[in-house]
């Protein structure tokens, strides 16, 4: 008899179809700012050096791309300590969500990660924004405080832009 196996899935996203990293990381957010406009804001990928307080520059190659900034799109990432990696496009889903996954071969040491931003519309007006990081890294323990450093600075300048207030983090092995 054959056992029926889960699909991992956010939104429209198969999550395995892209990674099948165990580890994951969720961040979520109340934001007072409506599902649009805080979807405009973060599609903007150029931009997240705005209120991504790690990145220094961010450049886009939409060569590929279904549309521009969308799946397939490939982000070129620079840290303020110089490293450098590239990011793949994938789920992207206006104004629900959108994934980017980092490139195996990378200096982070990180395999099989993949990020997944949602917003959901709240009633009244607001939104919530979640942020899951699946992953596998040989230190995963030195990474995911690494990793939960890093989203609270973007996740800080988020609510310093829209208001709103840290709902929970959950960490999965």
Known sequence: ???AVATRTIGTLNIDQVTRAPRRL????RLE???KKVFDFIRQHENWTRWFPILKAVSVDNSQAQSAGGNNCIRHCTLVNGVQFSEKIVGYDPPNQFGYAIEDDNPLGVQG???VVTVEAEAGG???LRWHQYFDHPQAETFV??????LDGGI???LERFGGESLETVFHE
């Open 1 to 3: 008899m054959a056992t």
């Open 26 to 29: 969720s961040k979520s957010v």
């Open 33 to 35: 700012a409506g599902q």
């Open 113 to 115: 990660h993949l990020a």
């Open 126 to 128: 607001g939104s919530i």
């Open 145 to 150: 405080q690494e990793v939960n450093q890093i």
């Open 156 to 158: 800080q300048s988020l």
